[in-house]
């Protein structure tokens, strides 16, 4: 990682448990996580995996039960003036964070648009809302920005959807919307969690592509929550991947899809739907995601995990460093681990993905 680059987040060891009924769910284990001004990094894994925690966290807005037992957020940008500014999330309270931080310097596009939007509000009232309260942007100024930004976002005949209500309006469309009120502050991060799984599969494209096109003209960080594998490698620079409140492998977008390292993020990569290969089921990794109510000894995933060792059930595996950016948690990285090699569907299949790329970038 080239050190001229700008810091704008920096999460280190970061653990967060919740207080529930049934006992102190221990849902965040030590995430450390950057990201550098105009990247973009996606978190991927399972359901439960603690992705959208960690960046409910970064943006100050966990639930009440949940209790941060350790570590630090700090988020760097820059006031109206251009003095830089540095702080850590997590020791401001929830009146300064609303005013200083949500929506206006960390914007969040959620999965469902309807619960984003209020049913009984007009879009146009709803864009604008946070310009004026930010910036005391005059009403008429901040109304004839918000048709731009609808313009922006892709929506026809802009004037007359302002006073539309999220009804109104089409799936595709509502997302748009949310992405307009999103960028209305021109943050410096937006955090994208799941912004495509309620629509259907042509709209999700025009939505990447959308968040794609607004991230190089305006130069915003983004971080992608996925689970979905063939969005990451359309938009991400980084991945991330967590299991059980972890993340255990990180690097490159190449050096996740082209040499993964941990069993966990093969079973992730085996499991994409593929085409052209050989098996009729589609692969599952085995087993179900631990609960972690009941925190094990050892490492988490070595239940599922067929290449599992001894020491899986004894000691948490450390984050073994392959290249300068490539990292991952598991104990088949330790010299003294007997010599395990992805399986060879995955192989095939990652000479494909490969191949498929160099052909694309060969007609580009």
Same mark, same amino acid.
């Given at each position: 990682?080239?050190?001229?680059?700008?810091?704008?987040?920096?999460?280190?060891?970061?653990?967060?448990?919740?207080?529930?009924?049934?006992?102190?769910?221990?849902?965040?284990?030590?995430?450390?996580?950057?990201?550098?001004?105009?990247?973009?990094?996606?978190?991927?894994?399972?359901?439960?995996?603690?992705?959208?925690?960690?960046?409910?966290?970064?943006?100050?807005?966990?639930?009440?039960?949940?209790?941060?037992?350790?570590?630090?957020?700090?988020?760097?940008?820059?006031?109206?003036?251009?003095?830089?500014?540095?702080?850590?999330?997590?020791?401001?309270?929830?009146?300064?964070?609303?005013?200083?931080?949500?929506?206006?310097?960390?914007?969040?596009?959620?999965?469902?648009?309807?619960?984003?939007?209020?049913?009984?509000?007009?879009?146009?009232?709803?864009?604008?809302?946070?310009?004026?309260?930010?910036?005391?942007?005059?009403?008429?100024?901040?109304?004839?920005?918000?048709?731009?930004?609808?313009?922006?976002?892709?929506?026809?005949?802009? !004037?007359?959807?302002?006073?539309?209500?999220?009804?109104?309006?089409?799936?595709?469309?509502?997302?748009?919307?949310?992405?307009?009120?999103?960028?209305?502050?021109?943050?410096?991060?937006?955090?994208?969690?799941?912004?495509?799984?309620?629509?259907?599969?042509?709209?999700?494209?025009?939505?990447? !592509?959308?968040?794609?096109?607004?991230?190089?003209?305006?130069?915003?960080?983004?971080?992608?929550?996925?689970?979905?594998?063939?969005?990451?490698?359309?938009?991400?620079?980084?991945?991330?991947?967590?299991?059980?409140?972890?993340?255990?492998?990180?690097?490159?977008?190449? !050096?996740?899809?082209?040499?993964?390292?941990?069993?966990?993020?093969?079973?992730?990569?085996?499991?994409?739907?593929?085409?052209?290969?050989?098996? !009729?089921?589609?692969?599952?990794?085995?087993?179900?995601?631990?609960?972690?109510?009941?925190?094990?000894?050892?490492?988490?995933?070595?239940?599922?995990?067929?290449?599992?060792?001894?020491?899986?059930?004894?000691?948490?595996?450390?984050?073994?460093?392959?290249?300068?950016?490539?990292?991952?948690?598991?104990?088949?990285?330790?010299?003294?681990?007997?010599?395990?090699?992805?399986?060879?569907?995955?192989?095939?299949?990652?000479?494909?993905?490969?191949?498929?790329?160099?052909?694309?970038?060969?007609?580009?």
């Amino acid at each position: 990682m080239a050190e001229s680059k700008e810091k704008i987040l920096e999460i280190r060891d970061l653990d967060i448990s919740f207080q529930t009924t049934a006992g102190m769910v221990h849902a965040i284990r030590g995430v450390n996580l950057d990201l550098y001004k105009g990247e973009t990094v996606a978190i991927v894994g399972e359901s439960g995996s603690g992705k959208s925690v960690t960046m409910k966290a970064a943006m100050g807005i966990l639930a009440s039960n949940a209790r941060v037992t350790r570590g630090n957020i700090q988020f760097s940008y820059h006031h109206e003036d251009g003095t830089p500014e540095t702080v850590d999330i997590l020791t401001k309270d929830k009146k300064w964070i609303r005013r200083h931080i949500n929506g206006k310097r960390i914007a969040m596009v959620f999965q469902d648009p309807m619960t984003s939007l209020d049913p009984t509000m007009p879009i146009g009232k709803q864009i604008i809302e946070g310009m004026i309260w930010h910036f005391k942007t005059p009403k008429k100024e901040a109304w004839n920005r918000a048709v731009e930004l609808l313009k922006e976002v892709g929506i026809e005949d802009p !004037e007359k959807r302002m006073k539309n209500y999220p009804h109104q309006l089409s799936g595709g469309m509502r997302q748009r919307v949310v992405i307009a009120i999103a960028l209305s502050c021109n943050p410096d991060l937006l955090i994208c969690d799941e912004p495509t799984t309620a629509l259907d599969v042509t709209i999700q494209a025009k939505i990447i !592509e959308l968040i794609r096109r607004i991230q190089r003209e305006r130069g915003i960080s983004v971080i992608y929550i996925t689970h979905d594998l063939g969005v990451v490698a359309k938009v991400a620079d980084y991945v991330n991947v967590m299991y059980a409140g972890k993340i255990v492998e990180k690097g490159s977008i190449n !050096e996740i899809f082209y040499d993964p390292r941990h069993p966990y993020t093969w079973g992730l990569l085996s499991a994409m739907p593929d085409l052209d290969t050989k098996d !009729e089921r589609l692969y599952t990794i085995p087993g179900s995601p631990p609960n972690l109510l009941h925190e094990k000894k050892g490492d988490a995933f070595a239940p599922r995990n067929r290449y599992a060792l001894e020491i899986d059930d004894k000691a948490e595996p450390p984050m073994f460093q392959i290249t300068d950016t490539h990292y991952a948690a598991t104990w088949l990285l330790d010299p003294r681990a007997p010599k395990v090699e992805m399986p060879r569907e995955l192989k095939d299949r990652i000479q494909r993905m490969r191949k498929e790329a160099q052909d694309i970038g060969g007609k580009l």
